[in-house]
């Protein structure tokens, strides 16, 4: 059954969602968004996605498997797929039902609110998981200076 919002299975209505980024590198606050998402929905995607305003290291299909290999085995309710295009429009046509945004703070707050604005009227909305304190100040570009050999 195709409802756009959640998928119907043995007569349960399960929710699918959808963890979008560019993950350049994935983080421990990523991965705990995705550990908080997949105990709220039945099934995340966590989306590597293509932001032409980044210039990541790595394509996204190699940042993909990157991420599938650091997330562990028994989270059997995660994928992770590489997309080139909108989040609405692959959650059109995977029948997601929500995104899910990590944030950190409210520059993040404001930010990802003019994306959820707009992907809310392309039909998807959005929820927001605060990042935990610990992890607030961590950020890709952060790993990627500590990871950077000069």
């Known amino acids: 059954m195709r409802s756009g919002y959640c998928a119907v299975t043995d007569g349960r209505t399960r929710i699918r ?6 993950f350049d590198p994935f983080t421990p606050g990523h991965a705990n968004v995705v550990n908080r998402a997949r105990r709220i929905f039945d099934e995340v995607v966590v989306l590597v996605a293509v932001n032409s305003s980044k210039h990541p290291g790595l394509g996204e299909e190699d940042r993909a498997v990157a991420v599938r290999a650091i997330l ?3 989270w059997t ?3 992770v797929a590489a997309w080139s295009g909108l989040t609405s429009t692959y959650c059109r046509h995977h029948d997601i039902g929500v995104i899910v945004r990590g944030v950190r703070n409210t520059t993040d707050l404001r930010a990802e609110y003019q994306l959820a604005a707009m992907n809310q009227s392309l039909g998807v909305p ?20 500590r990871l ?3």
């Open 17 to 22: 969602a959808v963890y979008p980024g560019s």
């Open 77 to 79: 309710s995660v994928t």
């Open 72 to 74: 562990p085995a028994d």
């Open 148 to 150: 950077s050999p000069c």
């Open 126 to 145: 959005t929820v927001f998981l605060p990042a935990q304190p610990e992890l607030a100040a961590l950020s890709s570009t952060v790993v990627r200076t």
